[in-house]
């Protein structure tokens, strides 16, 4: 099935992209889930989800972003999110997403501002 | 359940320039839904990014019956209307009717952000997104199933 | 009307994986139609190329129905079906279903481009597009109206 | 209707381009004749049409692109297609389109064949 969200990760030192293709349902969430902890787990501080190729993240998919920001969070970790579509962005907002994980327009300005920050 | 109401389980008026659509309850058929409400918001000329909210509440309507409805005849049933106001403006209307068992929507608590991090419950936010996107929403509900009709304007 | 059979109007297995959708008799709904068609040709990773084969073959059964069919509801009534055949090839079927006065499909002839070209008539490609694009296609017609069954294997 | 095709034009010499952008219908087909004709009585020689843009032409649309080609055929003048998709391009060859106008994969290789003839 090609709605599936596929995710791709590069390191950047302690910094980890990651990058998502596709509606984000449970299954998108819980695969961006699975990359995110295994960034963490071979010692990423920082992570920076760019989601610029995906147009829909349903509140399923969200509310795992949310208990992956809670586990960045108690690692006292960072985590960004760039590239969203003002749907997205929104919908960020509505659920309180915005008010504990950065939100920057593209990845450059993520990227740079994590790193500030690690 | 709290609405006891005779089951109107047809379109509320079927007019003939409506479109319905009915699909499986099965994962990923909402996806398949929001390609009809995309091409009718293009029809309409609306922008890529109304489209989209129309999309995700769409989403969220589709996944609350799959999820919790319990639909008797395993369906959705999607109506589609397009219509403009006096005034001259556009809009989309979508239904969504399932054939499930129902619910209170007045007794459903508004989700808070903070009861969301703090807690071990991080859903409910469907009904609120929904309400956010649309520019109107109406849900009615009952032992028939669950309709909601929401619009939005070009 | 040569073909009489009795009518079949509900879609011809009307199984729970099905999805039915119902478009007005109206001007540009094919387009509307073929955003499904592409929907679910996507859902079973069908190429571009022949997602674009089956949305013209749908087009021209649309408008087959809009032109000629003179339908009693004014609604054209379509159903996606997929599939897997037991050698692991998968499929879309689309039913598309009209209450209208019917043809003799066999007594259709097929147009050439030598005819096209001379003649006053450029028209009668519909049919001969639908059969040349499709895997499979059956018509069955009669006083009930017509119905168009086509397959494309992925 | 966003669906409606758009229709443009431009004249280099004695050839004019038309570009299509959307689905060809009874109506596209017809908004291409009328910018088609326009060139031809302003004394354009060779129309490039460049489909690039349009994934369906119907039926209907078809038979209108004919009269054009007949039109363009009864003046002596030229008629190349360019940019068709794989689709267009079988609908085109079963209907013998491309018998009696040639079809090119690109705008500049219309271009050079047409201009070298007229
Ligand atoms: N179509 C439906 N049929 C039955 N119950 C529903 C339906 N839609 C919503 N509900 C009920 O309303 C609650 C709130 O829904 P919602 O705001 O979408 O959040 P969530 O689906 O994440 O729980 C659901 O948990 C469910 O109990
Ligand atoms: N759904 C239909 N209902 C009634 N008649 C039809 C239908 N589809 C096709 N026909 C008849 O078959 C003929 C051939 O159709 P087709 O090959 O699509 O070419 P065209 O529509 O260009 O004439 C039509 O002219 C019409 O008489």
């Known amino acids: 099935m090609s709605d599936a969200c596929k995710v791709s990760a590069q390191r950047r030192g302690d910094v980890a992209v990651l990058w998502t293709d596709g509606y984000i349902n449970n299954q998108g969430g819980e695969e961006i889930a699975r ?41 006292k970790g960072l985590l960004a999110f760039c590239g969203l579509t003002p749907t997205i962005d929104k919908t960020f907002r509505i659920m309180g997403l915005a008010q504990y994980a950065s939100i920057y327009p593209t990845e450059e300005e993520a990227l740079q501002a994590v790193s500030a920050r690690v | 359940m709290a609405h006891r109401k005779t089951a109107p389980l047809t379109p509320r008026h079927a007019g003939s320039r409506d479109i319905s659509l009915t699909i499986p309850v099965a994962p990923e058929m909402e996806i398949v ?12 000329g609306m922008s890529r ?11 969220e309507a589709c996944i609350n ?12 049933h999607l109506t589609f209307r397009m219509g403009r ?16 068992k129902g619910f209170d ?18 859903r409910g936010w469907g009904l609120q997104i929904i309400r956010s996107l649309m520019d109107s929403v109406q849900i009615s ?13 070009k």
Request: net charge negative.
């Open chain 2, 33 to 44: 839904a929001t390609a009809q409400a995309a091409a009718l918001g293009e029809y309409l």
């Open chain 1, 35 to 75: 990359e995110a902890y295994k960034q963490l787990d071979s010692g990423a501080r920082a992570l920076v989800m760019n989601l610029e190729k995906t147009r829909i993240v349903n509140s399923i998919g969200i509310s795992i972003l949310i208990e992956v920001l809670e586990r960045v969070m108690d690692r």
């Open chain 2, 65 to 76: 019956a799959f999820e919790h409805a319990q639909t008797r005849d395993e369906r959705l």
């Open chain 2, 85 to 100: 106001e006096d005034e001259g403006a556009d809009w989309l209307e979508i239904e969504v009717l399932d054939q499930g």
């Open chain 2, 141 to 153: 509900s009952g032992d028939w199933g669950t309709r909601i009709v929401m619009r939005k304007y």
């Open chain 2, 49 to 59: 990014d109304k489209i989209d909210e129309v999309r995700l509440a769409l989403v």
């Open chain 2, 105 to 122: 929507h007045l007794r459903i608590e508004p989700p808070t952000p903070e009861q969301t991090f703090q807690g071990k419950r991080k």
